[in-house]
C-alpha cells in the first residue's frame, strides 16, 4: 500500500466536514461590525478579572496536568509489548468512549459544580493511570491487553474534566466575539502542554528513561521510571490546588463578570505572556527538529554536548 492510501482515507471524512458546513449549518444575518469597534469591546473583555483569571487558571492547569513522562513510549512498546495495532485499536476505542462522556454530561451535566466535577475526574485519571503505570514497571502485570484496556478507563474522567473545563470560556463571552473569546481561552489553555512537554523532558533528561535503558531493566531504571511517574502524578495533584481560581458554576461566572472589575495592566500582561510563550513554545519545537540543536535540554535532549566541537552530536546514518 502506498504512504498515500491511508492520508487519502483520512481525508475523506474532513471533505464531508467541510461540505456539511457550507451546505447545512444555518446562520442568521446580522449587521457587520467595524473592526475598530470590534477590537476595542474585545480589549474591555481583556482587562475584565474574569477573563484573565480564567486564561490563567487555564495556563496554569493545564500545564501541570499535562506533565508526563518521556518513558511513556519506551514503557509500552518494550516492557508492556504494545503492538501497534492493538494501539491503533485502543486509541478508536478510547476516543468512541471520550465522545460518549462528552455526549452524557452535556445532557446531564451541566448544572454539576465545575470544581468538584474536574477534581474528581483529575483524581480518577491518576488512580487508573498509577495501577497501570506502576504494575508494568514494577513486572507484576506486562501484558499489551491490561496496559490498554484498563487505560480506557482514562476517557470517562478525562472526558467529564475535559467538557467542564470547556463550559467556563462560553461564560466569558460577549455577543460578537465569541469565536475570538473561545480561540484566545482554548490556545491559552493548549500553549500549556508544548510549555509543559519542555519542562518533563528537561526534568526526565537527568533520568535513565531511554529505549535502550528500559531494554536492561534493571532496578535503577525501574526506580528512575517510578521516579518520573511520581513526579507526574504529584504535578497534576498540584494542579488542583488552582481550582479556587476557577467559579464553581456559570451563576458565579456571571457574578465575576459583573463586579470584578478591570485592569489595564492585567490586560497587557495577559497579551504579552501569551505572545512569550507562544514563541518559547514555537523555538522549543524548532530547535527539537534540527540535529544542532535537538540535543539540548530545551529542546527535550539530554543536555550532552560533543566534547570536541561543543555543539549537539551528530549521529551518522548506517549504510546498509
Given amino acids: 500500500m502506498a504512504p498515500n492510501v491511508p492520508y487519502a ?4 471524512p474532513c471533505v464531508f466536514v ?19 469597534e470590534w477590537a476595542n469591546n474585545f480589549w474591555v473583555l481583556l482587562q475584565k478579572r474574569v477573563m484573565w483569571q480564567i486564561c490563567a487558571f487555564r495556563f496554569i492547569n493545564n500545564m501541570f496536568q499535562s506533565i508526563g513522562s518521556t518513558a511513556g513510549t519506551p514503557l509500552s512498546s518494550t516492557w508492556a509489548g504494545v503492538e501497534p495495532l492493538n494501539d491503533s485499536l485502543s486509541s478508536i476505542i478510547g476516543n468512541a ?52 484496556g484498563v487505560a480506557l478507563a482514562d476517557n470517562i474522567p ?28 482554548t490556545t491559552v489553555s493548549n500553549l500549556a502542554g508544548p510549555f509543559a512537554s519542555v519542562i518533563y523532558k528537561y526534568i526526565d533528561s537527568y533520568f535513565m528513561l531511554s529505549q535502550d535503558d528500559l531494554r536492561a531493566d534493571t532496578t535503577e531504571v525501574r526506580w528512575d521510571v517510578t521516579y518520573s511517574y511520581i513526579i507526574s502524578f504529584g504535578c497534576k495533584l498540584i494542579a488542583l490546588t488552582w ?14 463578570k459583573k463586579k470584578g472589575g478591570k485592569s489595564k495592566l492585567a490586560g497587557v500582561i495577559l497579551i504579552v505572556v501569551f505572545t512569550c510563550c507562544l514563541a518559547f513554545s514555537v523555538a522549543s519545537s524548532i530547535m527539537s527538529i534540527y540535529p544542532s540543536t535537538k540535543c539540548y535540554r530545551i529542546a527535550g535532549g539530554n543536555g550532552k554536548l560533543d566534547p570536541n566541537t561543543g555543539n549537539c552530536p551528530l549521529v551518522k546514518a548506517n549504510k546498509g
Fill in 18 to 36: 467541510v461540505l456539511s458546513t457550507v451546505f447545512v449549518v444555518q446562520e442568521k444575518k446580522s449587521p457587520g461590525v467595524p473592526v475598530s
Fill in 243 to 256: 481550582l479556587w481560581m476557577l467559579p464553581p458554576q456559570r451563576n458565579e461566572m456571571q457574578e465575576l
Fill in 97 to 148: 468512549i471520550f465522545s460518549a462522556i462528552l455526549i452524557v454530561v452535556a445532557k446531564w451535566g451541566l448544572h454539576w459544580n465545575w470544581r468538584w466535577t474536574i477534581a474528581l475526574g483529575s483524581i480518577g485519571v491518576i488512580l487508573v493511570d498509577g495501577m497501570v503505570i506502576f504494575f508494568t514497571i514494577w513486572d507484576v502485570v506486562r501484558n499489551q491487553w491490561f496496559f490498554t
Fill in 9 to 12: 482515507i483520512c481525508l475523506i
Fill in 158 to 185: 478525562g472526558g467529564v474534566r475535559f467538557i467542564v473545563a470547556t463550559y467556563c470560556a462560553v461564560e466569558i463571552a460577549d455577543v460578537g466575539n465569541e469565536g475570538a473569546t473561545y480561540g484566545l481561552v
